[in-house]
């Protein structure tokens, strides 16, 4: 298959679809983190090349709960709307099979609810973090190694240039289950 991971600079999702044998390519405006197939650029340039399968892992900075308390801001500024319609160009993507994954936030509101909410530590992490997947033609993930321990790290991290990054990356579980259970 071919598959978009659309938003991606780790390589992680990517690199466990390319374990399966796909042909999976990461596309996102920061340089990948991993050697392996890349392309750095506008995501929206690349929608309509004749992908099988798209995972979309869309900023989250102008969506997500956490940061509501600045919403009539970038309401106001537009920064919110661009999210919203970036977000929206996903969904639209002339692709079978779509995953958007983001975090709690205005998209339940303004799109419709997620198909699934998951947890890193339902897939081998030991850490909170509510994940919402919107899904087309993809089943819901099953929990692959429910663990003990639900720290909330990812939420406590201090402030630094690299916060967002590590904040946004994809669990390694999580992108192995997405990888076997969708191909």
């Known amino acids: 298959m071919r598959i978009l991971i659309a ?17 999976a390519w990461s596309c996102d405006i920061l340089p990948t983190e ?12 690349v929608l309509k090349v004749g992908w099988d399968m ?8 102008h969506l997500s709960v956490s940061g509501a308390r600045w ?6 500024d537009g920064r919110q709307q661009a999210a919203i319609d970036f977000f929206m160009e996903l969904v639209n993507a002339p692709i079978e099979k779509i995953c958007i994954e983001n975090p709690i936030g205005i998209m339940s509101t303004l799109f419709r609810k997620p198909d699934q909410i998951v947890q890193s530590w339902q897939f081998g992490h030991g850490e909170t973090k509510a994940t919402c997947l919107w899904l087309k033609n993809l089943s819901t993930l099953t929990a692959t190694n429910i663990v003990t321990g639900r720290e909330g790290r990812i939420h406590k991290m201090p402030p630094s240039k690299d916060r967002g990054k590590l904040r946004s990356k994809t669990f390694q579980g999580i992108a192995d289950a997405m990888s076997k259970q969708w191909t």
């Open 54 to 61: 798209m995972l979309a892992f869309p900023p989250c900075t």
């Open 34 to 45: 991993s050697p392996g197939n890349h392309i750095q650029g506008d995501v929206l340039d």
């Open 71 to 76: 919403w009539p801001e970038k309401e106001k």
């Open 7 to 23: 938003c991606e600079y780790s390589g992680t999702v990517r690199d466990a679809f390319k374990a399966k044998g796909h042909n």
